[in-house]
């Protein structure tokens, strides 16, 4: 579901168990590197500081992002509350 991205962080799971979570070091299709891969196509992956796959380990992954923080969206949102209350 979805696709893997290049600066991903990778979670491993064996059964229920988070097993190694960490930053995606190597994406590759074919031989070459490349920055993301859509559901459905083969690739390679290589998780940093983790080399013990098994069998059925389920991969997640997810890119974490940075937003700034401000007020003006709170108030945005209760404008519009107060709008469609009236």
Sequence with gaps: ???????????????????????LGTLRRFKDNVAEVVNGLECGIGAKDF????????????????????LEYGLDEKKEEDKDEN
């Design 51 to 70: 080399s013990e796959w098994k069998e059925g380990d389920v991969i997640k992954a997810f890119v974490l992002e940075e937003k700034k923080q401000t």
């Design 1 to 23: 579901e979805g696709k893997m991205k290049k600066g991903s962080i990778l979670e491993v799971v064996r059964g229920k168990e988070t097993v190694h979570e960490g930053p």
